[in-house]
C-alpha cells in the first residue's frame, strides 16, 4: 500500500506543478481534447510518449503496444486510429520504435514466451522479408536494432495502407504518416525518413527510407 500512496502523492504533485503554472490547465482540458498527433508506440515502461517530446496531456493521441505493430485485423488499433483521423482530426500519425526492444528480440531470437508469441509473429514476418539484410550483419546488437529500424518502417506501411488513412487521403485531409525509433541510452528521436502523406508517395518513400536505414550509425542498447 505505502507503493499505491506513493504513486497518489506523485499525481498531487504533479497536479499542483501544472496548475501552478497554468492556473486553468485541468479546466480548459476537461472540456476537449485537440491533439494534432496520433503516437503508436511500444508499451515499454522506458518509452513515456508525452514526456520525451515535451506535450502536455491533451496534445498526444496514443497507442501503445507491444513492439508498436500495426495489424490489419488488431481492431483496438485500428478504432484508435479511426478516432484519431475521423473525430480528433489528427494530422500526424508517428510510429516510434525504439532501440534494444525486448519485443523485437524475442521475435528475432525465436522465443517461447505463450501467448505474445502469436502477436510477435508479425515482427518476425518483417525479419523473413529482410533475412538476407540481417543475415549480414554480424554483431547480435546491431542486428536487433537493424530489426527495431526495419520494423518501424514496415508498421508505416501498414498504417499508410489502412482504410482510415486511404479514405483520408481520398478526402484530401491533410494527414501524414511518420516513423521515428528512440534511443533508450540518450532518451533521443531519430527520424527514419518514412514519412508519408498520399497515396502516390508510398513506394518512392519506402525505397528511399530503406536506403537511409543503412547510413544510421548503430545504437547499442541494453536488453
Given at each position: ?110 522465443r517461447r514466451l505463450g501467448l505474445i508469441d502469436n502477436w510477435l509473429r508479425h ?13 549480414a550483419i554480424a554483431n547480435p546488437m546491431d542486428r536487433l536494432n537493424k530489426l ?76
Amino acid at each position: 500500500m505505502r507503493v499505491l500512496k506513493g504513486l497518489i502523492d506523485n499525481n498531487r504533485r504533479w497536479s499542483e506543478e501544472i496548475r501552478g503554472r497554468i492556473p486553468d490547465f485541468f479546466q480548459k482540458l476537461s472540456q476537449q481534447q485537440a491533439p494534432a498527433y496520433l503516437w503508436i508506440g511500444c508499451s515499454d515502461s522506458r518509452v513515456p510518449a508525452n514526456e520525451i517530446v515535451g506535450l502536455l496531456p491533451g496534445e498526444m493521441f496514443v497507442h501503445r503496444n507491444v513492439a508498436n505493430v500495426v495489424v490489419h485485423t488488431d481492431l483496438n488499433c485500428l478504432s484508435v486510429m479511426q478516432y484519431a483521423v475521423e473525430v480528433l482530426k489528427v494530422e500526424h500519425i508517428i510510429v516510434v520504435g525504439h532501440y534494444g526492444c525486448g519485443g523485437v528480440q524475442a521475435a528475432l531470437q525465436n522465443r517461447r514466451l505463450g501467448l505474445i508469441d502469436n502477436w510477435l509473429r508479425h515482427v518476425q514476418d518483417v525479419m523473413l522479408k529482410h533475412e538476407a539484410l540481417l543475415n549480414a550483419i554480424a554483431n547480435p546488437m546491431d542486428r536487433l536494432n537493424k530489426l527495431c529500424e526495419l520494423n518501424v518502417i514496415e508498421q508505416v506501411v501498414n498504417v499508410s495502407q489502412t482504410t482510415i488513412v486511404q479514405e483520408a487521403w481520398d478526402r484530401n485531409q491533410e494527414l501524414a504518416v511518420h516513423g521515428w525509433i528512440y534511443g533508450l541510452k540518450d532518451g533521443l528521436i531519430q527520424d527514419l525518413k518514412m514519412e508519408v502523406a498520399g497515396h502516390k508517395e508510398l513506394a518512392d518513400v519506402y525505397t528511399q527510407a530503406m536506403q537511409n536505414i543503412s547510413k544510421l550509425k548503430d545504437l547499442r542498447e541494453p536488453n
